[in-house]
Structures are given as C-alpha cells and as structure tokens.
C-alpha cells in the first residue's frame, strides 16, 4: 500500500509540475524597477503562480515558495518556510550560503514581526528585533559572514530586477520559470531596499559585545612606530591565550581584522610604514617590511593574550612580507598563508624582466599625499603611458613625463635582472630550504600575482623536496580568488566544483596546521588545481610531477592561405616562416588586450597564431606552458609573447591564462645573468612559463597558440640592441626584427587524452 501511495504522489505531482511548467500568466511588466504599480502587479502575478507551483529541489522549492508568499503579503506563511529552509541548511543538506540565506530569513521575521503585532510597530523596531534575535542564534563566524552579506549594495538586485522587467517588455504573458525569477528578483531588492541603513547601529553593538577592539601603535624601530588593530573574541577569562593571524598591509581599510577574530584567533591588522610612517622620512616599498614583521611578531609574542604562536597571512603586498617575515625566521612565526602574493624582481615591477608602467602608477598610488591629482587618475595615467608611447622616447624618461620624477622607480630601472638588489627581500636558493613551517598560497589561472605565487611554490619545493607547502589554484581572477567565485568569470562559464570560498579554504588549512583539524580536502596534496571544463579537482604533489606526461606540438607553416599549424611531429622538411616586425609603428597605441576570457577573436597584434586539428576525445590539460624556441634573428634580444586558447567547435576563443606570457629573451634561461641572442645564427631557446593552466579541451575543440613580440603602451620596449633596454628609444630600432622560425620550434603542456570508450 506504501509504494502505491508513493507512485500515486509521484504521478500526481509530476503531472502538477507539468501542467505548472507549460502555463503561461497574463502579466504587463510595469517600466522600471521603481515603478508605484509595481508591488501590486507583482502581488497579482504571485497569486496566480502560488496554487500550482510545485519542483523537485527542495531548497529552490522552498526559496520560491517564501518568495511568493511574501509577494501576497502572507509574511507569517513565508517565516514559516524559511524556517524550513534554515533547518535543511542546518542538518548540511543545502550548498547555499547561510549568511546570504539568514540576510532574507531576518527580513522575513521582521514583517512577519510587523504584521502580528497587536498593535502598529514600526518596521524599524520589528526590523532591530529580529536582527537580534538572529545573531543570538549565530556564532561568531556566521555572525561575520552575515554582516557582510548585509553589507552587500542594493544596486546589483536592483539592476536584477529591471532585468527581469525588460526581458518582458512588449510581451502580454509569462511563463511560470520567468515569473518565478521576477518574484524572486521582487523579494531581493525589496528586502535590501527595505533594511537599507538598519543593520549598521546594530552591528556595531554587536561588535561591542563580541569583540575586544584596540588601536595601537607598535615599536618596530628608533623612533618609529606602526599603527595597528588589534581585535580577539572578548575572552572567558583574563587567563585566556590564543594564537594569532598577522596581516601587514598598505591600506588598513582594506581589510576586516575581525574577519580573523570571527574564526577564533587573535587578529592584528598592521599598517605598513610606506604607507603610515610615524617617522619624518618616507620608508621605500619592500625596505623595511621584513624588520617590521620581526618586531611585530615579538610584540604579539610578549601580549598576555597570545599563546605565543603566530601565523602571517596576506594578499599582495602583505603576502610579500609573510614571504620576507618567513626568511628572517621569527621564532613565534608557525605558519603563512598568502593569496595572489607579491615578489619583488619576480612579478613586479618587472615580470619576466620586462618592466611595466603600472608599477610607476603604483608608487603614486602607495605613497603619494592627501588629495594629489595624479593618483587614481586612470584617463591621466593612460595618457602618459600614450604619450611616451608616440613619442618612442626611453623607458628611463617615462617617470618625467608627468613632471615627477620618481627616485624609486629609476633605482627599479637600474636594476633589471634579478641580482642582489632584490634578492635581499625575499629567500633566494638555497634559503627556501630553510623555511620549515607550514605554508599556503592561494592563487588563479587569471590572477596577475599567479607568477609570484608559481615561484614561491616551485622554488620551496625545489629545495626542500619535503617542504609542507600547499598550492591552491583554479579558474580565479585576483577578485575571486579573494572574495569566492561565481557561476562565471568575465565571459567564462564556471564548473561548480570551482565556485569555492578561497578564504574558509585558507582558514580550514590554518586549523589545520595550528589546531589540528582535518586537512581541507581541496588542499590534499602540494598542488591542487580546478580542471576548468571537467568540473572536477586535482592533486599532485608537485607542479614537475603534474607535469611530467606532457602533450607536445610543433610549429608547422602551412602555405599561403591556410593557417599554420601546431603539429604532434616535428616536420621532416625545413620550415620557411618569416616574419617581420617594425617597433616603430605606433598606430597601435590605442590597443589593451581583451578583458572578457571568451570571445570570437584573439589578441593576435604582432603575433602568428598555430593551431592543432580538431581533438577526437578531450584532453585535459594541467600545468605550465614550457617549449623551445628554434629560430634565427637579426637582433639581439627580444620580447616575446604567447597565449593560448581552446577553439570551440562554435568557433568561440577562450583563454587559458591571463594575462599573456610575456619574457625577454636574454634572461629566459637565467633572470640573474643576461646572454643576449646571436643576430644572424640559427638558436634554440628553451622557456617555461610563469603561468599555469588547469583545463579541459572538449572533443571538436582544437588549442591555438600566438606567438609574437611583446609591444605595448603600457611597457618597456625591448628594441633588440643588446643594451640596457631602458636606456633604448625608438631611435635604437633600426630595422625591423625578422625573425626565422624553423622547424624545432615545440610546445609542450602536461596533458591526459580522456578515453571516453
């Protein structure tokens, strides 16, 4: 009798969601989102959808159907279903986010709050009630997240719902997915819209009654100080220690110390003396980070509320002085985690040897005063880098165009490769040996600091084979890696299994090593990677072990006509491919490349493209970009460029990394030692890449390369003199490179062929 009713309930519910799924509803979308006739006409629409709605997925049904409740007004109905909806979040059913799910839960108690009430009580007051009455269910972790969800703007569900307005312009009726979708977008601006200005008073007791807050000013060296905020859970009693997490940044407003707090550790937020030096004399960048975070550490260390441990995180810059902090060895540091970090000499200010304007930008940005005109100033900034462009003037002269001369970026320039003026900062060698406490980076295939955190981890696993050193990295950006991927990335669809939260990964790995909590299980091995495509991760112990079964190609010319080709044997005739490139030319002082990762055409200027035939099975592919250069010049040095793409079988271009793989010649081998090239002689240079692929090439799809030479406005011009670059101008470019390209000429990446028999 059981199964009868079963097959009895599944017949007549299908058959509901049936009928539900091919009804249309009569709807006029009022014009805009602030439209007066717009909650009734929504109310209207709800009412109708509301008796013959039914679905599957639990958490959407229920989502909906609160939705749809609150719509008609029923905020009674609608608590109660949320409350169901919490409960499966509780019992880990769902995969929603709770903050963002407790944001609707706690407005949807306030009306509910507001329309009981045996008398009128003001949305405000109903609204304070139960935003109390929430984080008194809520720990201090759930409590934070809630807080920034909170924080989040109305604009974008705004923007949501007119959206859903227009997407029915013209149009007399609405299907029930569409109506779902505009109640839905209805629920979440008027929710954001209502609270806007209520939540701030009341956190900020809440802050009060968590938290023990205090700004204070370290010693860090004679005379000078540091500013810094210190926030720890209010502890049970004055005997309480817990380790603490250490981050020193450039810009204290950037960062929520309580972010550590609300995850049980002492937090110090500390200001960087480049941008916050008690002393009269302004501190360069990377000078004096790697002394600061010694004499910070050994403050922590001396506090009655630390245990005497510490751990350094950072992102940018502060992941560059967890790095310099690790080198000096503080005996209270225990472990760092750093996302996106920075490297002096490594990816900034010259990746791969070749400078870039942005870091002159950077310095006026970091350093300059209150109210300077020319910091923040993206229209000005581009307009120098044009005007230095145009007029083919040296690398060197570029700081004097905005009549500012910059000590710091000239005594950058005096060095361009990786000698001792850089190596000071950070361990070089044999030193990585030495850094025996555990260590997470945290970066992505589209990050622009992927090459400082690619170097950190293969140079510490290059010696010390054993290092306790974790790589996380996947289909991220520098803002997603830092605040958790969505569905999609500038253009680029998303695999669930990559939409992680990067920072609870980080503070899982932290409990990790310093509580003894399981370890994370994206971070199982010393290289953990999203293979974009296959929805799925991956680990290996290290970036030479994952990239140890590699997929070669060699460049192929194909006559006139036909595109050239990336072929998986080398050709048994000479290849005759010529090009000629004239660093002269600045008409194309207007091009940046593309920022969408998708697209119908390629960033191609200065370059060739090579591409394979069709695969008949996917291939995933994994690792850095490596390869030989067989080619004859008529310069001595070069920049050269590559990328990427997969080429759908729907002829759309996606890139594999950004931005470009861009290196000068003389350096590929060697970033300490210079060997300019030999104008004239046929050569072979080998090269690795600084960037890291993780993704799967679907069958149908072929891999395109560019191959070309780096000329941009927005970065120093190697002319191929032979010289120092920087001291290089338009008037060192004599003929145009010609550049030979034989037959030897290969890429490689590490590669799995998926037999799909």
Do not use: C
Not at 648 to 674: I, N, Q
């Amino acid at each position: 009798m059981r199964s009868l009713a079963r097959i009895v309930l599944l017949v007549a519910s299908t058959l509901g969601q049936t009928l539900a799924a091919a009804q249309d509803f009569d709807f006029e979308p009022p014009l805009d989102a602030a439209d007066p006739s717009l909650p009734a006409a929504v109310h209207d629409l709800a009412e109708r959808v509301l008796p013959v709605y039914q679905e599957d997925n639990p958490d959407l049904y229920l989502s909906n159907l609160a939705a749809l409740q609150m719509a008609i007004g029923d905020a009674a109905a609608a608590h109660d279903t949320r409350l169901k909806l919490r409960e499966r979040l509780a019992s880990e059913q769902s995969s929603l986010p709770p903050g963002r799910a407790a944001v609707y839960d706690t407005y949807v108690l306030a009306r509910a709050i507001e329309s009981e009430a045996p008398e009128d009580v003001p949305f405000t007051s109903a609204y304070a009630r139960a935003l109390r009455e929430t984080l008194n269910g809520f720990d201090d972790r759930d409590a934070y997240e809630l807080e920034s969800w909170l924080a989040a703007p109305i604009e974008p569900r705004q923007r949501n719902l007119q959206r859903a307005l227009d997407e029915r312009r013209g149009q007399s009726s609405i299907p029930l997915a569409a109506a779902l979708d505009l109640v839905q977008a209805w629920f979440a601006f008027d929710a954001y819209r209502s609270i806007d200005g209520l939540a701030s008073p009341l956190l900020a007791e809440e802050t009060e009654r968590r938290y023990v807050v205090e700004q204070v000013a370290i010693p860090v060296a004679a005379n000078a100080t540091i500013a810094a905020t210190v926030v720890r859970p209010r502890p049970a009693s004055d005997a309480e220690t817990r380790p603490t997490l250490l981050e020193l940044t450039l810009d204290l407003s950037s960062r929520d110390p309580r972010e550590a707090a609300a995850h049980g550790y002492a937090s110090v937020l500390a200001l960087a003396r480049i941008a916050g030096d008690a002393t009269a004399r302004p501190r360069a960048p990377f000078e004096v980070e790697a002394d600061d975070a010694w004499a910070v550490i050994a403050w922590i260390a001396q506090q009655p509320w630390s245990d005497g441990r510490v751990a350094m995180q950072g992102f940018g810059y502060g992941g560059f002085v967890a790095w310099a902090a690790a080198k000096r060895q503080p005996p209270a540091l225990r472990a760092i985690a750093t996302t996106d970090p920075m490297a002096p000499g490594i990816d900034f200010p010259s990746p791969n040897r070749i400078f870039a304007s942005s870091a002159y930008r950077w310095i006026y940005d970091v350093m300059a005063p209150p109210g300077d005109e020319l910091a923040g100033d993206d229209a000005r900034w581009r307009e120098l880098d044009a005007r230095w462009y145009r007029a083919g003037r040296r690398y060197r002269d570029l700081p004097t165009l905005p009549g500012r001369a910059s000590a710091i970026f000239r005594s950058w320039l005096n060095h361009p490769s990786y000698d001792r003026f850089w190596r000071k900062w950070l361990p070089f060698g044999a030193e990585f040996a030495q850094i025996d406490i555990p260590v997470l980076t945290v970066t992505g295939y589209y990050s622009p600091h992927e090459t400082a955190a690619l170097y950190y981890f293969a140079e510490h696993l290059e010696h010390d084979p054993d290092a306790d050193h974790a790589l996380l990295i996947g289909p991220f950006d520098e803002h997603s890696v830092a605040r958790g991927a969505s569905s999609s990335l500038r253009g680029l669809a998303l695999d669930p299994a990559a939409r992680i939260d990067a920072t609870e990964a980080r503070y899982e790995w932290l409990a990790h090593v310093l509580d003894g909590a399981e370890r994370p299980p994206n971070l199982q091995a010393g290289v953990n990677y999203e293979i974009a495509g296959a929805d799925e991760w991956r680990h290996a112990p290290s970036l030479t072990a994952l990239e140890a079964k590699p997929l070669r190609w060699y460049l192929k010319a194909w006559p006139d006509g036909q595109p050239h080709a990336l072929a998986a044997e080398r050709s048994t005739v000479p290849m005759a491919l010529t090009e000629t490139r004239d660093l002269r030319d600045r008409t194309d002082v207007g091009w940046r490349p593309q920022h969408e990762l998708v697209g119908g055409e390629i960033d191609a200027r200065e370059a060739t493209s090579f591409v394979t035939e069709p695969f008949d099975e996917p291939v995933d592919l994994g690792g850095r970009l490596r390869g030989e250069l067989d080619f004859t010049i008529n310069k001595q040095d070069a920049d050269f460029v590559l990328m990427l793409y997969e080429v759908r079988a729907t002829g759309e271009h996606v890139k594999l990394f950004d931005p470009a793989f861009a290196f000068r010649a003389s350096y590929a081998a060697d970033r300490v030692h210079r060997r300019l090239l030999v104008a004239g002689v046929r050569q072979q240079l080998p090269f690795q890449s600084d960037r890291m692929i993780g993704h799967r090439l679907e069958a149908g799809s072929r891999l395109l390369l560019t191959l070309g030479i780096n000329k941009r406005a927005d970065q120093q011009i190697n002319y191929g003199a032979g010289g120092d670059v920087s001291e290089e101008s338009i008037e060192n470019a004599g003929a145009p490179i010609r550049i030979r390209w034989h037959e030897g000429s290969f890429v490689e990446v590490g590669a799995t062929v998926i037999d799909r028999q």
